[in-house]
């Protein structure tokens, strides 16, 4: 299995420097009052789109099902 091109490069791949070195580059403070409630604006339609998701592939079980 590791003798593959991709698990190589896999195995040798520092990830967890590429993470870190990645996180460095973005900006994850919050620094004001504005940026805190767009924040939770977007966390909430993000979490009312999975609800309506859920909905929706729930429907296309049940239509597959019956």
């Known amino acids: 299995m590791f003798e593959s ?12 420097s590429e ?11 919050i620094k ?4 805190a409630a767009n924040l939770e604006s977007n966390l909430i339609e993000i979490d009312n789109l999975k609800v309506e998701l859920n909905k929706i592939q729930n ?3 049940k239509k597959k099902t019956s």
């Open 5 to 16: 091109d991709f698990c190589q490069f896999g195995i040798e791949f520092d990830w967890a």
């Open 32 to 35: 004001t009052d504005q940026a």
């Open 19 to 29: 993470f870190v070195e990645c996180i460095e580059c973005i900006e994850l403070e």
């Open 59 to 61: 429907e296309n079980k």
